[in-house]
């Protein structure tokens, strides 16, 4: 089978192009030489079955970043038969040079003229027989975005086209503007008045900022008040399917198999299931946020915070959208495309509050503060999550350093188009799915494991696995006033942290009020802070660290990831407790 | 002078690079290279970046990076 490589530098609409012609059979593999996995497509070109494969996007072949890297050992290992080169129309000056190097390689190239309609619309006018003649190989206008001149593609690939291939010794630089000067007319003024109007008030000195805060707080109230009611929906379906359906039917069961199969399995499953509504909602956004161009801006206002903390602004919103649900905002970083950049901010997502972590935090406060105290610690909790987001990325940044210089393009306001958002959607999720079921069904089975284990005393009591780990581990959780039985709530909270209420309820006996009333007899309220402290920052929920490690396909990440946050989490919790017990007791 | 020199809504020519590194490239292929013109749209506060214009592409770098590109006022 042929293989078509499809290139292109960052920002050319390269994935919508592929988007559009790829079908349903679009699939991620691996490819020699490269560690990454590329998605590919089987389509038909010029009358042969043809793989056609998305590389990442570039702006040179000299193996400067990760990506380009990825590109050249690709090209090196795979017998390439063409390259598909897309590129912006209204950046044709700049973006020659990348196609020209590729002809040096000798690998045949065909040049796709991307966003015609909006070069048009500016008023550069192209004349791209002429350019095909000069360079030596065809180039099409296209439009990926409106699907507009993709059937040409077959068509003059089909015309029998004898193509250049350029000696090496030709300066890209010298024939590309020779190309841009015969056969592009740029008009004198570029009439781009409403990225213009939109940049003097979203980059505005003063009011950039606010502005910028509005727009997040409503993407988060978009995104949140629309997917936790959905989450918690299905997790409410999830259980009632297990009271009153799967109990009934392993009814007769050996209670070892009931208990593995509902409370390890489903347990599993329906965790994993609850995230999908959440990262569809989540990518719908994002998608809209990063295709309109207003990511670059966002940047460009946090920068320079950001970039104190060895981050940059685009970190900054994958940081507050966690504050929603750590999961999607992991799978957000992927934006980035300088590793360490990433996995820096992939170590600072966890300490966001998360929406699970608040039902813990609400049902504590309720239980054992008045409502002012309880407010007031509220406050305290989102503060100290701050806190360590900031004390993470100090703490790791030389670490993690980014050394690539900072420059960002900042591309014209766009709104991509609705095909290509369901499209995202659906991607994340099917790669969320794939990748993230398996660890995350583990871990909970692992903690049924604990938590079941001897069978022959009750779940989660002293007796069993985790309750002898809550014992061990006592002496070391005493001075910040948790006792054997919470570290087995714990333990549990580890699958989700809003399944600490529902194991304090297993492991007490009681639900609701009761348990409220029932911890307050048994705890004091620095226990109950410290407590709340302590699961806010200790280890990130199971489909945290089972994103972690696949976004950053690093098993040492992930670990780093838990035992950096549950020290932290011991720290914290160790200053307050001692400090509360010193000064208010 | 440098980029980092120049105030906002000044024109000025890229003449090249302060230094010789591989990132150079990526400025070439961002579209900063000798003899074009290159504009500061605005400069964020407290020495945050440039939003900078360099034909038809808008792009914001640090004030490091400004620091490396040569140019001359018009």
């Known amino acids: 089978m042929k293989k078509t490589a499809l290139i292109g530098m960052p920002n050319t609409g390269k994935s919508t192009f592929f988007n559009k012609i790829s079908g349903a059979s679009e699939r991620v593999g691996n490819w020699p030489g490269i560690t990454v996995g590329l998605s ?7 009358g042969e079955m043809t793989e056609l494969i998305d590389l990442p996007g570039i702006y040179s072949l000299n193996g400067y970043s990760e990506d380009e890297e990825v590109v050249i050992n690709f090209i090196e290992n795979n017998k390439i038969d063409q390259v598909f080169f897309i590129m912006n129309s209204t950046q044709i000056d700049r973006q020659l040079p990348l196609a020209i190097n590729i002809q040096k390689l000798g690998i045949p190239i065909i040049i796709l003229a991307n966003m015609i309609d909006e070069a048009r619309s500016l008023g550069i006018s192209f004349d791209f027989d002429k350019m095909g003649k000069l360079l030596g190989c065809p180039v099409l206008p296209i439009s990926a975005k409106f699907g507009r001149g993709l059937e040409k593609i077959n068509k003059k690939i089909n015309a029998p086209t004898k193509l250049k291939i350029n000696p090496k010794s030709i300066d890209e630089q010298i024939l590309s503007q020779k190309v841009f000067d015969e056969t592009v007319k740029m008009p004198l003024i570029l009439n781009d008045k409403k990225t213009r109007f939109l940049d003097s008030i979203f980059l505005h000195p003063l009011f950039g900022l606010p502005v910028f805060l509005i727009i997040i707080f409503i993407l988060f109230q ?17 259980s009632y399917i297990q009271i009153n359906y799967l109990q009934g039917l392993f009814g007769n069961s050996p209670p070892l198999l009931k208990s593995f199969l509902l409370d390890g399995l489903y347990a599993g499953f329906t965790t994993v299931a609850t995230f999908v509504p959440i990262i569809i909602i989540f990518f719908f956004v994002m998608t809209i946020v990063e295709g309109s161009g207003y990511f670059s801006r966002a940047a460009f206002l946090m920068d320079k915070l950001m970039e104190k903390m060895g981050l940059d602004g685009r970190g900054f919103v994958m940081m507050l959208m966690g504050y929603g649900c ?14 360490n950049l990433r996995f820096l901010t992939m170590l600072t997502i966890p300490f966001s509050l998360c929406s699970a972590r608040l039902q813990v935090f609400l049902f504590l406060t309720l239980a054992f503060l008045s409502s002012f105290y309880g407010a007031l610690t509220l406050f305290f909790l989102y503060l100290l999550s701050f806190f360590t987001i900031f004390l993470t990325a100090i703490a790791f940044k030389n670490k993690y350093k980014n050394r690539e210089p900072m420059i960002l393009e900042l591309p014209p306001y766009r709104f991509p188009t ?9 991607q994340e999720v099917l790669n969320f799915l794939s990748r993230a079921t398996k660890f995350i069904v583990l871990g909970v089975v692992a903690v049924w494991i604990l938590t079941y284990f001897p069978s022959e005393y009750p779940v989660a009591s002293q007796n069993t696995y985790a309750g002898r780990i809550g014992a061990f581990f006592e002496p070391i959780f005493t001075p910040i006033g948790i006792d054997q039985m919470l570290i087995v709530a714990l333990i549990f909270g580890f699958i989700a942290k809003e399944i600490l209420i529902g194991a304090l309820a297993v492991i007490f006996g009681l639900e609701g009020l009761e348990l409220g009333n029932h911890l307050k007899e048994i705890f004091s309220n620095g226990q109950a802070i410290s407590f709340m402290i302590f699961t806010l920052i200790y280890t990130p929920c199971v489909s945290t660290i089972a994103t972690i490690r696949n976004e950053s396909k690093s098993w040492r990440l992930a670990l780093e990831s838990v035992i950096w946050s549950l020290f932290l989490a011991w720290v914290a919790s160790f200053i307050f407790y001692q400090s509360y017990e010193y000064f208010v007791k | 002078m440098t980029l980092s020199e120049l105030s906002v809504n000044k024109i000025a020519i890229v003449e090249g690079f302060a230094s010789k590194t591989p990132f150079n490239d990526r400025l070439i292929a961002l579209g900063i290279k000798k003899n074009k013109e290159i504009k500061i749209l605005r400069k964020s506060r407290l020495n945050g970046p440039l939003h900078v214009e360099v034909g038809v592409t808008q792009l914001m770098l640090r004030e490091l990076v400004a620091e490396e590109i040569i140019i001359s006022q018009l």
């Open chain 1, 40 to 46: 590919s497509i089987k389509t038909l070109i010029n």
């Open chain 1, 326 to 339: 750590n999961v999607p905002a992991i799978m957000g970083t992927k934006i980035m495309r300088n590793k």
């Open chain 1, 418 to 426: 609705i095909s290509h958002i369901f499209k995202r959607g659906n």
């Open chain 1, 222 to 238: 978009l995104i949140y008040t629309l997917g936790s009611p959905i989450q918690e929906y299905m997790g409410d379906f999830f």
